[in-house]
């Protein structure tokens, strides 16, 4: 047969395992950090909120394509990436998305002013119905993000306003 253990033994080996094994309690060290997660977390919650509530920049499609010629590189870092807000004369009906094809486009310029360049809007053909609008000789407003890779062009566009 096996030793035999007493009373005496089971309360020394219960008092080793507290003080060897068990000496740190499991659930006190993960308060902080939970705490530090829940504070990191609501303010990256409230700047992002910040920074999509800002209201687009607005600029006229003469201004902004006097700007591109001006410096690309310039213009760029002004509007690279962000929504802005662009105003001008589409001379021409938008063209729509065609059959299996993911954009249509408008132009726009200043009226009565020929810039060598003008502003490129390109928008999805979930957007279609709203440009279908523009049968051109319009004044519109539209809203998109600045490119500026190829020319004064913004995608993502979206129709504000035809007048």
Do not use: H
Not at 32 to 40: Q, W
Not at 43 to 51: E, G, M, N, P, V
Not at 77 to 94: D, F, L, Q
Request: one cysteine or more; a positive charge.
């Amino acid at each position: 047969m096996g030793p035999r253990l007493t009373a005496k033994d089971a309360e020394d080996f219960a008092e080793a395992a507290e003080k060897n094994i068990l000496c740190v309690p499991l659930r006190e060290p993960l308060r902080p950090l939970r705490l530090g997660f829940v504070l990191l977390s609501l303010a990256i919650l409230t700047a992002c909120q910040a920074a999509s509530s800002r209201t687009p920049v607005s600029v006229s499609a003469r201004t902004l394509v006097e700007e591109y010629e001006r410096s690309s590189a310039a213009a760029r870092s002004k509007y690279g990436g962000k929504e802005i807000t662009v105003m001008g004369y589409a001379p021409i009906a938008a063209t729509m998305p065609r059959l299996g094809a993911d954009q249509g486009s408008v132009v726009l310029e200043e009226r009565d002013l020929k810039l060598t360049r003008q502003v490129g809007c390109w928008f999805s053909k979930d957007q279609a119905e709203p440009f279908s609008k523009i049968k051109g000789a319009q004044y519109i407003t539209v809203k998109g993000i600045f490119n500026g890779e190829a020319g004064a062009d913004l995608k993502f566009c979206k129709l504000v306003k035809v007048e």
